[in-house]
């Protein structure tokens, strides 16, 4: 069964091999189909999806449609939702909708970014332990637990704490190289049962250079595990920046959604009422994360026949 | 051109690897050009490390493994991929040798990539094509399909297609008929006595004593990962001399006659590492005294 559960993703058929024949693909193109079938059919993935693309777009073009500055005193202090400032404005007279705006953007950016280096460390690291084993497993895994039981959000707050500017880029950083130990496990496991099937043993004997097998040949069996490995970690990264931000270690030179409700609760916004500056950045960062953990339920459904509701 | 030198194969086992398990001890033998020799054991004897080995998918713990005189355990890189242009295996379990997300003929695709890039395309596919013809399929049943698409008789003849792309000189087949039923695995057997008249080594590891007698020439019998008795097939099967190996032909079911629970079999004997004596020549057998 699990056999033919691997076979369904549509992207196989590209990086297959040069050397083949065009042959007439109607098998591929039902069983790619297969995936997207049950894909777009699948509730959680479809709504998480709709919610994670607003979002997205929200961040990228808003900005650009609404050119008021995040941080400059634009207009009269605390004013409420309506009329010239359409989402209200902060204690100091700041655009809550442009603050929101910029916070969407660098959330994601955060999250792509710290999420997808944990991903790129975490997979390295993984399929480099778990294919060549030995003393290389044992040293890479070693590293890998060290980092494990190090309490990470201690650590970045110390190393937050340090550094007097920060940019979103660094925070993403910091959150990338320290948040990939347990994606780098996932993948070892996943990658030594992967390495003792015959068709690893083949392509050894084929004279395959072995960054070739863990790419063409190990990787692929695995994709979906890898995709769904790196929703989790965009999602991760992107609370891991909302915490650091809260408690005041975020980017000095921009604007975030943990950074809002940071300014909201220093000014005291809860207590005096201004609830149009904490809500948005509340909501946002909770719709991202749960939205990207929905779908990833949704994918487990796809990838995984047995989860499907039928 | 292969030899053996008394290789052994050390497991660590226990929870820190403190203990040992020899899965094969002081094993040596030759195989030479054009000529089957079949390795024959029971499960758990061996017969399938010393063909990793041979194969350098499994290290060697002791003594060395040579082809055509030179030391294959040195081969790293290029050199490795050389030793593979001459030596090639196929495995017993045909399903798992191929990536399930992949088309089939993608073993012959790493081929092309790793030893011919520079081939043409349409020279490329004739070539294919001989070699599937070769092994008695048709190529356009066969070609662009799925492995889940294709039977275990079919896959296991284009990994043996697989290997004759290379020409190569000496094929480990271990238990390559296991999975067959008894029709293709005649077909199986009969191409590897095509391979054989074309001057191929072969070294045939079975578990299954009457495949060793129909296609080798010399055979090898395993016991616990010692040879007990070795030598030209006639020998070994007309005049077994070990205890095991009578024991072992004793076993084997024979189509005219029912088993008879009631009777008298030979004792499965005592095991013990005992040194190889040449009990007439060529034939040699472990703790012989004549």
Same mark, same amino acid.
């Given at each position: 069964?699990?056999?033919?559960?691997?076979?369904?993703?549509?992207?196989?058929?590209?990086?297959?091999a040069p050397g083949q024949p065009a042959?007439?693909?109607?098998?591929?193109?039902?069983?790619?189909?297969?995936?997207?079938?049950?894909?777009?059919?699948?509730?959680?993935?479809?709504?998480?999806?709709?919610?994670?693309?607003?979002?997205?777009?929200?961040?990228?073009?808003?900005?650009?449609?609404?050119?008021?500055?995040?941080?400059?005193?634009?207009?009269?202090?605390?004013?409420?939702?309506?009329?010239?400032?359409?989402?209200?404005?902060?204690?100091?007279?700041?655009?809550?909708?442009?603050?929101?705006?910029?916070?969407?953007?660098?959330?994601?950016?955060?999250?792509?970014?710290?999420?997808?280096?944990?991903?790129?460390?975490?997979?390295?690291?993984?399929?480099?332990?778990?294919?060549?084993?030995?003393?290389?497993?044992?040293?890479?895994?070693?590293?890998?637990?060290?980092?494990?039981?190090?309490?990470?959000?201690?650590?970045?707050?110390?190393?937050?704490?340090?550094?007097?500017?920060?940019?979103?880029?660094?925070?993403?950083?910091?959150?990338?190289?320290?948040?990939?130990?347990?994606?780098?496990?996932?993948?070892?496991?996943?990658?030594?049962?992967?390495?003792?099937?015959?068709?690893?043993?083949?392509?050894?004997?084929?004279?395959?250079?072995?960054?070739?097998?863990?790419?063409?040949?190990?990787?692929?069996?695995?994709?979906?595990?890898?995709?769904?490995?790196?929703?989790?970690?965009?999602?991760?990264?992107?609370?891991?920046?909302?915490?650091?931000?809260?408690?005041?270690?975020?980017?000095?030179?921009?604007?975030?959604?943990?950074?809002?409700?940071?300014?909201?609760?220093?000014?005291?916004?809860?207590?005096?009422?201004?609830?149009?500056?904490?809500?948005?950045?509340?909501?946002?960062?909770?719709?991202?994360?749960?939205?990207?953990?929905?779908?990833?339920?949704?994918?487990?459904?796809?990838?995984?026949?047995?989860?499907?509701?039928? | 051109?292969?030899?053996?030198?008394?290789?052994?194969?050390?497991?660590?086992?226990?929870?820190?690897?403190?203990?040992?398990?020899?899965?094969?001890?002081?094993?040596?033998?030759?195989?030479?050009? %054009? &000529? #089957?020799?079949?390795?024959?054991?029971?499960?758990? !004897? =061996?017969?399938?490390?010393?063909?990793?080995? $041979?194969?350098?998918?499994?290290?060697?713990?002791?003594?060395?493994?040579?082809?055509?005189?030179?030391?294959?355990?040195?081969?790293?890189?290029?050199?490795?991929?050389?030793?593979?242009r001459?030596?090639?295996?196929?495995?017993?379990?045909?399903?798992?040798?191929?990536?399930?997300?992949?088309?089939?003929d993608?073993?012959f695709a790493m081929i092309k990539e790793e030893y011919f890039p520079r081939v043409p395309r349409e020279e490329w596919a004739e070539k294919i094509e001989a070699a599937v013809e070769a092994?008695?399929?048709?190529p %356009? &049943? #066969?070609l662009?399909?799925?492995?889940?698409?294709? !039977? =275990?008789?079919?896959?296991?003849?284009?990994? $043996?297609a697989r290997?004759l792309l290379l020409d190569?000189?000496?094929?480990?087949?271990?238990?390559?008929?296991?999975?067959?039923?008894?029709?293709?695995?005649?077909?199986?057997?009969?191409?590897?006595?095509?391979?054989?008249?074309?001057?191929?080594?072969?070294?045939?590891?079975?578990?299954?004593?009457?495949?060793?007698?129909?296609?080798?020439?010399?055979?090898?019998?395993?016991?616990?990962?010692?040879?007990?008795?070795?030598?030209?097939?006639?020998?070994?099967?007309?005049?077994?001399?070990?205890?095991?190996?009578?024991?072992?032909?004793?076993?084997?079911?024979?189509?005219?006659?029912?088993?008879?629970?009631?009777?008298?079999?030979?004792?499965?004997?005592?095991?013990?590492?005992?040194?190889?004596?040449?009990?007439?020549?060529?034939?040699?057998?472990?703790?012989?005294?004549?």
């Amino acid at each position: 069964m699990s056999q033919a559960d691997q076979i369904s993703l549509p992207a196989e058929s590209g990086g297959a091999a040069p050397g083949q024949p065009a042959a007439p693909a109607p098998v591929a193109a039902r069983r790619g189909g297969d995936t997207l079938y049950f894909a777009l059919r699948n509730k959680k993935l479809v709504g998480g999806l709709i919610v994670v693309l607003a979002l997205l777009v929200l961040g990228v073009v808003g900005p650009l449609v609404h050119t008021n500055s995040p941080t400059e005193y634009l207009g009269t202090p605390g004013q409420s939702p309506g009329g010239e400032w359409l989402m209200g404005t902060t204690m100091f007279g700041q655009d809550v909708l442009a603050q929101f705006l910029h916070g969407l953007r660098s959330t994601f950016l955060v999250g792509a970014l710290g999420g997808g280096l944990a991903a790129i460390v975490g997979m390295a690291v993984g399929f480099v332990a778990g294919y060549r084993g030995g003393l290389v497993d044992e040293v890479l895994n070693m590293l890998t637990n060290i980092l494990l039981v190090i309490p990470t959000l201690a650590v970045l707050i110390i190393i937050a704490a340090y550094l007097k500017v920060r940019g979103v880029m660094v925070e993403a950083l910091f959150i990338g190289f320290t948040s990939w130990p347990w994606a780098a496990r996932a993948v070892r496991s996943q990658t030594l049962t992967l390495a003792s099937r015959d068709f690893v043993d083949l392509a050894r004997l084929s004279g395959v250079p072995t960054w070739k097998i863990i790419t063409r040949d190990i990787a692929p069996n695995m994709s979906s595990y890898l995709f769904m490995t790196f929703i989790l970690l965009f999602g991760g990264a992107v609370l891991a920046a909302a915490t650091l931000d809260f408690i005041g270690l975020g980017p000095t030179d921009g604007m975030s959604l943990g950074l809002m409700l940071n300014n909201a609760v220093r000014w005291s916004a809860l207590q005096l009422g201004l609830w149009w500056w904490f809500v948005p950045p509340g909501l946002g960062i909770t719709a991202v994360v749960g939205a990207l953990y929905v779908m990833n339920v949704g994918l487990d459904e796809v990838f995984n026949p047995r989860l499907r509701e039928m | 051109m292969l030899s053996l030198h008394s290789i052994s194969k050390d497991y660590r086992t226990g929870a820190f690897g403190g203990a040992t398990m020899t899965a094969v001890r002081d094993v040596s033998f030759d195989v030479g050009v %054009g &000529e #089957v020799v079949s390795l024959i054991g029971e499960s758990g !004897s =061996g017969k399938s490390t010393i063909g990793r080995m $041979i194969l350098r998918l499994a290290s060697v713990t002791r003594g060395k493994v040579t082809f055509d005189g030179a030391d294959i355990s040195a081969y790293r890189g290029p050199a490795l991929k050389e030793y593979y242009r001459d030596v090639q295996g196929v495995f017993q379990d045909p399903f798992s040798c191929y990536n399930p997300v992949f088309r089939a003929d993608r073993v012959f695709a790493m081929i092309k990539e790793e030893y011919f890039p520079r081939v043409p395309r349409e020279e490329w596919a004739e070539k294919i094509e001989a070699a599937v013809e070769a092994v008695r399929l048709n190529p %356009g &049943e #066969v070609l662009g399909k799925y492995p889940h698409q294709l !039977s =275990g008789g079919q896959l296991q003849r284009l990994l $043996i297609a697989r290997a004759l792309l290379l020409d190569i000189k000496l094929l480990v087949a271990d238990e390559i008929t296991s999975m067959l039923d008894a029709s293709t695995r005649i077909d199986v057997l009969n191409l590897l006595a095509d391979l054989k008249a074309r001057g191929l080594g072969v070294l045939f590891i079975t578990h299954d004593l009457s495949l060793g007698n129909y296609v080798s020439e010399r055979t090898i019998v395993l016991r616990r990962g010692s040879i007990v008795e070795m030598g030209p097939t006639n020998l070994v099967f007309g005049n077994p001399l070990h205890p095991y190996t009578i024991k072992l032909l004793d076993s084997v079911p024979r189509l005219h006659e029912k088993w008879d629970v009631d009777a008298e079999r030979p004792a499965e004997p005592a095991w013990a590492v005992e040194p190889l004596v040449e009990a007439e020549p060529g034939h040699f057998v472990a703790g012989y005294a004549a």
